[in-house]
């Protein structure tokens, strides 16, 4: 499955989140929301982009984001995860994959010049009606917290 783009509608979705509560998109209308896909749970990359979120939470908030990530990962893994680096946003399990093919953050991806199948750091910028507002197809995770802020802005300006 290829990549939404923006202006397309956000794929719906229900997942669960590190508590086993179901969170579903459509319950976010009115709201922007950062959804943002990555590999695993306390990776280094993915540990570096979920604390950089953690240490700008502030601006989030500020921002009336919701923001989700979203791995294979199951629940429980997520709530550790939560725990041992003082999580504030919401982590959800697609141990199927089906939100993360939706999304198109599934497929082959190439590291160090070998390839292999599996998850694709991307994020999507989610407007409050529901369509997709941004993506960032390759993310960098030391940048990705302000450049996230910095479409959050830019939407909330226009």
Same mark, same amino acid.
């Given at each position: 499955?290829?990549?939404?783009? &923006?202006?397309?509608?956000?794929?719906?979705?229900?997942?669960?989140? !590190?508590?086993?509560?179901?969170?579903?998109? /459509?319950?976010? *209308?009115? %709201?922007?929301?950062?959804?943002?896909?990555?590999?695993?749970?306390?990776?280094?990359?993915? =540990? =570096? !982009?979920?604390?950089?979120? %953690?240490?700008?939470? /502030? +601006?989030?908030?500020?921002?009336? &984001?919701?923001?989700?990530?979203?791995?294979?990962? =199951?629940?429980?893994?997520? /709530?550790?995860?939560? &725990?041992?680096?003082?999580?504030?946003?919401?982590?959800? +399990?697609?141990?199927? *994959?089906?939100?993360?093919?939706?999304?198109?953050?599934?497929?082959? $991806?190439?590291?160090?010049?070998?390839?292999?199948?599996?998850?694709?750091?991307?994020?999507?910028?989610? &407007?409050?009606?529901?369509?997709?507002? @941004?993506?960032? $197809?390759?993310? !960098?995770? @030391? !940048?990705? +917290?302000? *450049?996230?802020?910095? +479409?959050? /802005?830019?939407?909330?300006?226009?």
């Amino acid at each position: 499955m290829t990549m939404p783009e &923006a202006g397309q509608p956000a794929p719906t979705f229900t997942l669960p989140d !590190q508590d086993g509560r179901d969170v579903s998109l /459509a319950d976010l *209308r009115g %709201r922007p929301v950062v959804l943002y896909f990555y590999p695993r749970d306390d990776t280094p990359g993915c =540990t =570096t !982009q979920a604390c950089g979120i %953690r240490d700008r939470w /502030a +601006a989030f908030e500020g921002a009336g &984001a919701v923001v989700l990530g979203v791995s294979p990962d =199951t629940v429980d893994s997520h /709530a550790d995860f939560v &725990a041992a680096h003082g999580l504030p946003h919401t982590l959800l +399990a697609d141990p199927d *994959r089906d939100v993360l093919e939706a999304y198109g953050a599934w497929g082959e $991806k190439v590291l160090y010049g070998r390839t292999s199948v599996g998850v694709i750091r991307c994020t999507f910028l989610i &407007a409050p009606d529901g369509t997709i507002a @941004k993506v960032w $197809k390759r993310v !960098q995770t @030391k !940048q990705h +917290a302000d *450049r996230v802020l910095a +479409a959050l /802005a830019d939407l909330q300006g226009a």
